[in-house]
Nanobody, 123 residues
Framework: QVQLVESGGGLVQPGGSLRLSCAAS????????MGWFRQAPGGDREFVAA????????NYADSVKARFTISRDNAKNTLFLQMNSLKSEDTAVYYC????????????????WGQGTQVTVSS
């Protein structure tokens, strides 16, 4: 079993930046592919970004390309999401996720989910 705990959410003005972190409980989590999803109020949960266990493969939703950067530190079992040029439409609960299958992850069917962290973009 893998436990995922997100942190770093908060309130930010449009155009601002935030960095989300996700700490994984299991040492072997560095062999899992990991990603970020988000769910806006009244909306469905949607894919944001994914990174393979080695960091060699990256995948982003079109809506966040060139603004968000996903990365990981396997030595610290931690996943990151650097979010720049934030817009009001980025307001959502952001979830960390992990799976042994990269395909299942980017298809929004990961086996492991975090509890989520709120990101609010507002002036």
């Amino acid at each position: 079993q893998v436990q995922l705990v997100e942190s770093g959410g908060g309130l930010v003005q449009p155009g601002g930046s935030l960095r989300l972190s996700c700490a994984a409980s299991r040492r072997s989590s560095n062999t899992l592919h990991m990603g970020w999803f988000r769910q806006a109020p009244g909306g469905d949960r949607e894919f944001v970004a994914a990174i393979s266990w080695s960091g060699a493969s990256l995948n982003y939703a079109d809506s966040v390309k060139a603004r968000f950067t996903i990365s990981r530190d396997n030595a610290k079992n931690t996943l990151f999401l650097q979010m720049n040029s934030l817009k009001s439409e980025d307001t959502a609960v952001y979830y960390c996720a992990a799976d042994s299958s990269f395909g299942r992850l980017i298809d929004s069917r990961p086996n492991y989910w975090g509890q989520g962290t709120q990101v609010t973009v507002s002036s």
